[in-house]
């Protein structure tokens, strides 16, 4: 059963325009999340994370939302450009031992995002 | 650049017949993952190295093994692959005390 989950398998924007992503996960315990951006035949690289003692981090265009009681977060491109078209993945720490032996992520499926010129 | 470098970037091999897969880094983590990616699916973990100690995740099947001989490369031997088994295979490497994962290009295994 997935665990942390993606239910937009892709996703069109006009450049320019927002670009929300999202992502939604089942356990309460997770307390750190990532987003990773993957371009084809590249491997994931790191974008922008946010622990849960906040609700907003921001990293110049991107921003990533949590709402903790909703077990949801959000990835916000403002404004989308089309170097921003490629898969996003979302992943959350299910056992965060502060970098230790244990600490590991689960992905989502992705979303891939089109961003029209 | 400091990097994860993964070799070949595409593999193509028989069914049942042994294959295996590199990675080296130069980022000298001591945390390297491996995971396999089937298409339109999520990245799944198949095991871990912190230092050298092996960490296996629950499902994965023993056809799968690696092997850490130093900090910089790891191994993922495929003793008998199934056509089940043709999927990407992304290394990832992290260092102690932080949760991000820098990924390598992936190898693409192809199982005839």
């Known amino acids: 059963d997935q665990q942390v989950k993606q239910n937009s398998p892709s996703l069109s924007v006009q450049e320019g325009r927002i670009s929300i992503l999202n992502c939604d996960y089942t356990?309460?315990?997770?307390?750190?999340f990532l987003w990773y951006k993957k371009y084809p035949a590249e491997g994931p690289t790191f974008l922008i994370s946010?622990?849960?003692?906040?609700d907003k981090n921001e990293d110049g265009r991107f921003t990533v939302f949590l709402n903790k009681s909703a077990k949801h977060l959000s990835l916000h491109i403002v404004p989308s450009q089309p170097g921003d078209s490629a898969v996003y993945f979302c992943?959350?720490?299910?056992?965060?031992?502060?970098?230790?032996?244990?600490?590991?992520?689960?992905f989502g499926t992705g979303t891939l995002l089109a961003v029209q010129p | 650049d400091a990097m994860v470098i993964q070799n070949p970037r595409y593999q193509v091999t028989q069914f049942g017949k042994p294959v295996t897969l590199s990675c080296s880094q130069t980022?000298?983590?001591?945390?390297m993952y491996w995971y396999q990616q089937k298409s339109s699916q999520a990245p799944k973990l198949l095991f871990h190295?912190?230092?050298?100690?092996?960490?296996n995740e629950a499902d994965t099947p023993d056809n799968f093994q690696s092997r850490r001989p130093n900090t910089s490369f790891c191994f993922l031997d495929i003793r008998s692959p199934g056509l089940g088994d043709a999927a990407m295979y992304l290394c990832?490497?992290?260092?102690?005390?932080?949760?991000?994962?820098?990924f390598g290009p992936g190898t693409r295994l192809t199982v005839l």
């Open positions: 990832a490497t992290r260092t102690r005390n932080t949760d991000t994962q820098y």
């Open positions: 356990n309460s315990m997770f307390d750190y």
């Open positions: 946010i622990s849960s003692i906040k």
């Open positions: 992943a959350a720490n299910p056992n965060r031992d502060y970098g230790g032996a244990t600490n590991k992520l689960i």
């Open positions: 980022l000298n983590h001591n945390v």
């Open positions: 190295y912190y230092d050298k100690d092996f960490n």
